[in-house]
């Protein structure tokens, strides 16, 4: 059995004294769909919402010492945050989740209550996401971006000092500048906002879709920008 580790919101189980006895990394997240009876027609036609569910991840742990002195500890570290924090463990070296602590379950003291076996529950995104998807390119005009898994990716896409006549196209979709602005720009293609620091930039640029990376290969094209950036985001699940 490997004995391992998770780190969540940037404090890792075992500078807590948690070792993880088991891992519920690989776990996928169901489909979202909906499905409808017809009258006269066996089975249900079913109708998919074009999301996935959120997961709850569970690590089976344990604490082999000084349980009483170190349960507070824990239950802090597990609701240290709010919103979406990445979560990381040794089982899979490749991917991270995005996910919040809901909490430690069922406590199961030993030894005189010395050590403990316990439960770290997450309410995650039900996208695992690739670490490499996390390396920012820099790409020229006409270059090609690979998506290596089989999702849609939705990335973060920055640049420099768009022009009012700015293009930036990923496959067939494209952002056309309104304005022009002087700094840095970001379109975050999961928020579906584009910005500048503080400052709300959707006004500045005609949307109709958000780009996204399709599986294999997607031909990235721009004018009237500079320093153009992607953070891809694959994922899979």
């Known amino acids: ?27 996928a997240a169901e489909l979202d769909a909906t499905a409808y009876e017809i009258p006269g027609r066996n089975g249900d036609l079913i109708i998919p919402n074009n999301r996935y569910k959120n997961i709850e991840v569970t690590y089976p742990a344990f604490v ?7 349960v507070q500890a824990v239950r802090n570290w597990m609701r240290s945050a709010e919103g979406y924090k990445k979560i990381e463990d040794n089982y899979d070296s490749t991917h991270y989740r995005m996910g919040m ?18 439960q770290l529950v997450f309410n995650c995104k039900p996208q695992r996401f690739l670490k490499t998807g996390d390396t920012a390119v820099n790409p020229s ?32 979709i494209t952002v056309t500048a309104t304005s ?11 928020t579906q906002n584009i910005y500048s620091g503080s400052n709300n930039l959707n006004s500045y640029f005609n949307v109709t879709n958000f780009p996204v990376l399709k599986p294999g290969n997607n031909t990235i094209t721009y004018s009237g920008v500079t320093n153009v950036t992607v953070i891809p985001h694959y994922w899979e699940l």
Do not use: H
């Open 1 to 27: 059995m490997k004995i391992g580790k998770v780190s969540y919101n940037g404090t890792s189980s075992d500078s807590l004294g948690i070792f993880l006895s088991g891992s519920g990394t690989y776990n």
């Open 141 to 172: 005009s006409g270059a090609t971006i690979s998506n290596p898994t089989q999702y849609d990716a939705k990335p973060e896409i920055s640049f420099k000092n768009p022009t009012s006549s700015a293009t930036l196209t990923i496959g067939s």
């Open 64 to 70: 082999p010492n000084d349980f009483e002195t170190r």
């Open 101 to 118: 602590g809901v909490g430690v379950l069922e406590f199961t003291p030993a030894q005189i209550n010395r050590a403990a076996n316990l």
């Open 180 to 190: 022009a602005y002087t700094g840095v720009v970001v379109i975050d293609c999961e």
